[in-house]
């Protein structure tokens, strides 16, 4: 069975012109969606989606009404292979119930991996650089060495609260205690080196 799929960016704009074309094409159910390709959002393409069984296809107008990006597209893509429902495109003539189709739709996967290992690659390349600029990667601590010694001042004052400290700094108990055990385990180690 052909299903349909249909979108318009704004309720300004008509989604006559595809569903005529996929009327054209003999689909048997069409679903729309008045929503951005930016929106992740598409309860039409949901149902349609849904509604594809084994040996169906999912027929579009252009393949911009279908993703919103070559990511986007790619995952919609394997969903759809691995519930072995085909796609074909209206105006690209992409088909993947062809042999030709069927390549595009591979060089499209290739394509997406690639991009992963070049992101991957660059990622792990910044941190390396930010290391040896002496940067350690990840959050920021809420309690400065500074804050530590203050709390550790306090703690053994007893006058405060572990809870009254912690608030004070705008950190959990947990963090508290967190902080403190790391500035302990931090002056046992240089007092073993020395």
């Not at 349909?4 to 003999?26: C, F, M, P, W």
């Not at 849904?50 to 893509?77: C, F, N």
């Not at 053994?156 to 108990?173: E, H, L, M, Q, Y």
Request: proline fraction near 2%.
């Amino acid at each position: 069975m052909l299903i349909g799929y249909a979108r318009v960016s704004t309720h300004d704009q008509t989604e006559a012109l595809q569903i005529d074309a996929l009327n054209k094409a003999g689909c048997g159910r069409i679903f729309t969606d008045t929503a951005s390709g930016a929106k992740s959002d598409r309860p039409g393409l949901a149902q349609a989606l849904d509604y594809a069984r084994e040996g169906d296809t999912l027929v579009v107008w252009r393949l911009d009404r279908l993703g919103r990006s070559l990511k986007d597209l790619i995952e919609i893509m394997n969903t759809l292979d691995e519930r072995n429902v085909c796609f074909q495109s209206l105006t690209e003539g992409f088909d993947t119930t062809t042999p030709g189709g069927k390549l595009v739709f591979h060089v499209f996967g290739a394509l997406a991996e690639f991009e992963r290992e070049l992101l991957r690659e660059r990622t792990m390349a910044g941190l390396a650089a930010a290391r040896a600029r002496g940067r350690l990667g990840g959050r920021k601590r809420k309690m400065t060495a500074k804050d530590v010694a203050m709390a550790k001042t306090l703690m053994a004052d007893k006058t405060c609260s572990p809870r009254d400290i912690a608030k004070r700094f705008g950190v959990s108990k947990a963090t508290l205690y967190r902080r403190l055990a790391e500035a302990d385990s931090c002056k046992t180690q240089e007092s073993k080196i020395q």
